[in-house]
């Protein structure tokens, strides 16, 4: 479907591309939240399994850390998203977290290999620099050897957890010296369960600690709830917003429109007001208005120069007139004189004619044809007419019907003139023992007239022109037929002059049909 | 009768002149519209013809002037420019008729004869030619005492023949007197119409050897038969 509207495709289009912009944008921002929530999770249990691994506590501290201070350091809302494991360096468990999977099998991670001996660890990072020789001042103990640590037998944990549990209080047996824990992340997926797997492992313990990735999918499900729910909205306002903007936008362009349509060939000096419109539509108005003035300019010469010119052939053909009907009744009757001079009297008296439906015109088209309204007996008038026809084309068929007591206000000569124009063109354009038919009728505010004749198929365009000034149907300027094709757009207008109209029915190729309707009053 | 014409165009002046001398008229003409008003509202005349554009005083302004000091001397107006503007303001100025140009002298005589005719209580309502008497009242025809019956058109024509026996008017003429102004020139409506005059009265005439009063000059128009001369 075409949009017919400017101003609804308009709230249409702000509204998608908007939307665009807003889904584009939700999902980028969601991607970035959701990667730098990941990378927290990767940071976090990698970080605390470092640590814990790296810490000399009793077996029974392990389940205490495990359920209640390792979910408040990761922030996690459900225990059960957080797994813990503590291993001894043979795999045994030390540790485990109530609700660990039975299917998550812990030989199956990808355990870091042991770490490197603590000497050699020692002497490559400065940071587990083991604190100063006691040089005396240890408490009883001598400072472990790095021997003492058997590398490749670590100690069992119950032998290991005693012992250091025995020397945390002494403080020689530092975390420090042990090797750096050597970790490693490992996603695994289980049952629908994606955990990401911070694994940790020193030369005597291994630490697992599993983060549930459904956790972070639950928060942005929320973050995406919410979008899906307030894009609709903003769409909403947007497109609304855009529909009220583009209508008071559109307003100087509404104003146009009705200038535009009011704008007949009379009110040419007709002019758009400029009320603090927008440059842009502020420039259109003026371009129009110039261009108003442009035209009226042109209009109002041509108008003059018709008016004009029938003016000033309005004496020289007065004189013309007079000077031969003069000559006529000086030179002997029925003298080949006599003839010459009727003859140039008629075409003279053609002229006149001519002259005269111009000027009417150029009056018309200027909006100055002033009509000298008296009541008009339209049924004498017409049947005068019709008697007339009967007289004059004794070959056609003529039928009139004509409503009795027809009383009109009109301008009784131009009114001749349309009627005598119609009717003199039925004539004309008639065929060979054709018909012709007048008919008239009234209702209470209304007189309708109809002018008909037979026709040879009239071609479809040649109705079209009947009402342009010099048009004529047989090749242009035929003078077989006399009349200057001035007549039926003089009769036109002469009747709008009136308030009316004059129309030509397009029913029946051989019949033309005119239909001259006018006010009474 | 005295005519006024006060006309600026001296080429139209001339032969308008011409054609009232021939009516045995008298005419006197004047060339602007100063002059004219003076001479108007002085002067005693039976018929004043006005153009309207007129140097001086135009033609509006002396039928207002004339009106308003009472002269109440018949006017016709000769309009040539808006032509429709100044019929309508003129006849509300006072004006007893009205004639576009261009215009037939004949038909401003005509006007003449039928506004005289008007004012003065229609005393020359008999008209008669020979055997063809017309009643311009009462619009009846009779021919050798016999009664013609005519339509409006063929009253109108033939009494515009019969106002100058012997005078040749082209069928464009007869047809502007007649059927106004804008009809078609080329039809033959008025030969037509004469036709049918002259059956009417024929038929009227069974077996007596009078001529129609209606003479077809060839290639020009009509005449009415002057009595005592032969066509």
């Given at each position: 479907m075409i949009l017919k509207s400017f101003r609804l495709r308009l709230a249409l289009l702000s509204a998608l591309l908007s939307g665009v912009a807003l889904v584009g944008f939700g999902a980028f921002a969601w991607w970035v939240v959701y990667d730098i929530k990941l990378?927290?999770?990767?940071?976090?249990?990698?970080?605390?399994?470092?640590?814990e691994s790296h810490r000399m506590v009793p077996a029974d501290m392990w389940r205490n850390f495990g359920e209640s201070v390792l979910p408040r350091l990761m922030g996690s809302r459900d225990p059960h998203q957080l797994l813990f494991l503590v291993e001894d360096a043979s795999g045994e468990v030390i540790y485990r977290s109530p609700h660990w999977p039975a299917n998550m099998d812990s030989s199956k991670f990808e355990w870091p290999t042991t770490a490197q001996p603590l000497e050699a660890e020692r002497l490559e990072?400065?940071?587990?620099?083991?604190?100063?020789?006691?040089?005396?001042?240890?408490?009883?103990?001598?400072?472990?050897?790095?021997?003492?640590?058997?590398?490749?037998?670590?100690?069992?944990?119950?032998?290991?957890?005693?012992?250091?549990?025995?020397?945390?209080n002494s403080g020689e047996l530092h975390a420090s010296q042990l090797a750096r824990p050597r970790s490693v992340l490992q996603t695994l997926k289980i049952e629908d369960t994606k955990w990401e797997i911070g694994l940790a492992t020193t030369q005597f313990l291994r630490v697992a600690i599993a983060f549930d990735l459904g956790a972070i999918d639950e928060d942005m499900q929320l973050i995406s709830n919410g979008f899906i729910f307030s894009v609709p909205f903003a769409l909403a306002f947007i497109g609304l917003g855009a529909w009220f903007v583009s209508g008071r936008a559109l307003n100087p362009v509404r104003r146009l429109n009705q200038s535009i349509h009011q704008l007949t060939a009379q009110g040419l000096d007709h002019r758009i007001a400029l009320a603090g419109e927008y440059g842009e539509f502020a420039e259109l108005i003026s371009g129009f208005n110039a261009m108003l003035e442009r035209l009226e300019k042109s209009f109002k010469q041509a108008s003059?120069?018709?008016?004009?010119?029938?003016?000033?052939?309005?004496?020289?053909?007065?004189?013309?007139?007079?000077?031969?009907?003069?000559?006529?009744?000086?030179?002997?009757?029925?003298?080949?004189?006599?003839?010459?001079?009727?003859?140039?009297?008629?075409?003279?008296?053609?002229?006149?004619?001519?002259?005269?439906?111009?000027?009417?015109?150029?009056?018309?088209?200027?909006?100055?044809?002033?009509?000298?309204?008296v009541g008009v007996n339209l049924t004498a008038e017409l049947e005068g007419l019709v008697e007339d026809a009967r007289m004059m084309a004794v070959d056609l068929a003529i039928s009139c019907e004509i409503a009795a007591e027809i009383y009109i206000e009109a301008d009784e000569e131009l009114l001749r003139q349309i009627f005598v124009n119609l009717i003199s063109n039925a004539l004309?354009?008639?065929?060979?023992?054709?018909?012709?038919?007048?008919?008239?009728?009234?209702?209470?505010?209304?007189?309708?007239?109809?002018?008909?004749?037979?026709?040879?198929?009239?071609?479809?365009?040649?109705?079209?022109?009947?009402?342009?000034?010099?048009?004529?149907?047989?090749?242009?300027?035929?003078?077989?037929?006399?009349?200057?094709?001035?007549?039926?757009?003089?009769?036109?207008?002469?009747?709008?002059?009136?308030?009316?109209?004059?129309?030509?029915?397009?029913?029946?190729?051989?019949?033309?049909?005119?239909?001259?309707?006018?006010?009474?009053? | 009768m005295k005519i006024l014409l006060i006309e600026d165009e001296q080429r139209i002046a001339d032969f308008v002149c011409a054609g009232f001398r021939e009516q045995h008229f008298l005419v006197e003409h004047c060339l602007d519209g100063t002059d004219g008003y003076a001479r108007a509202s002085q002067g005693a005349y039976d018929v004043i013809v006005l153009?309207?554009?007129?140097?001086?005083?135009?033609?509006?302004?002396?039928?207002?002037?004339?009106?308003?000091?009472?002269?109440?001397?018949?006017?016709?107006?000769?309009?040539?420019?808006?032509?429709?503007?100044?019929r309508i303001d003129g006849l509300n100025l006072g004006a007893d008729d009205y004639l576009a140009k261009p215009f037939f002298v004949e038909e401003l005589i005509a006007r003449i004869h039928a506004m005289l005719r008007r004012i003065s209580g229609e005393r020359q309502n008999i008209l008669q030619v020979g055997s063809l008497k017309l009643d311009r009242i009462t619009r009846e025809v009779s021919w050798a005492g016999k009664s013609?019956?005519?339509?409006?058109?063929?009253?109108?024509?033939?009494?515009?023949?019969?106002?100058?026996?012997?005078?040749?008017?082209?069928?464009?003429?007869?047809?502007?007197?007649?059927?106004?102004?804008?009809?078609?020139?080329?039809?033959?409506?008025?030969?037509?119409?004469?036709q049918r005059i002259r059956k009417k009265i024929a038929s009227l005439d069974k077996g007596e050897a009078e001529a129609s009063p209606i003479e077809s000059v060839r290639g020009v128009g009509y005449r009415f038969h002057k009595p005592g001369v032969d066509a």
């Open positions: 990378r927290q999770v990767e940071i976090d249990v990698i970080s605390n399994a470092e640590r990072r400065p940071g587990f620099m083991p604190p100063p020789p006691p040089d005396g001042m240890g408490l009883g103990r001598p400072p472990l050897h790095p021997d003492d640590i058997h590398v490749d037998r670590p100690p069992h944990p119950h032998d290991f957890l005693p012992r250091e549990a025995l020397d945390r003059r120069f018709s008016a004009d010119a029938a003016h000033e052939l309005r004496t020289p053909l007065t004189i013309l007139q007079g000077q031969i009907e003069l000559a006529m009744t000086q030179v002997e009757a029925g003298s080949a004189m006599q003839t010459t001079l009727g003859t140039i009297l008629d075409e003279v008296r053609r002229l006149s004619s001519i002259s005269r439906k111009l000027l009417l015109l150029s009056q018309a088209d200027a909006g100055r044809l002033r009509l000298q309204r004309k354009y008639n065929i060979k023992n054709g018909w012709m038919k007048v008919s008239a009728r009234q209702s209470n505010e209304w007189v309708y007239v109809h002018v008909s004749n037979a026709s040879d198929s009239m071609p479809e365009e040649s109705r079209d022109k009947l009402f342009e000034r010099f048009y004529r149907v047989d090749s242009a300027h035929n003078r077989k037929i006399d009349g200057a094709g001035l007549g039926l757009s003089l009769a036109r207008e002469i009747a709008r002059a009136h308030g009316g109209e004059l129309n030509l029915t397009n029913s029946d190729p051989t019949k033309v049909e005119f239909i001259l309707s006018l006010p009474k009053f | 153009d309207i554009m007129l140097p001086g005083r135009d033609g509006m302004s002396i039928l207002k002037g004339l009106r308003q000091a009472g002269n109440a001397t018949p006017v016709i107006l000769l309009t040539a420019r808006n032509e429709l503007d100044d013609v019956d005519l339509t409006g058109r063929e009253f109108n024509l033939i009494e515009y023949l019969m106002r100058s026996p012997g005078r040749v008017f082209t069928r464009t003429q007869i047809l502007e007197h007649v059927w106004g102004y804008d009809f078609d020139p080329s039809t033959n409506v008025v030969d037509v119409c004469i």
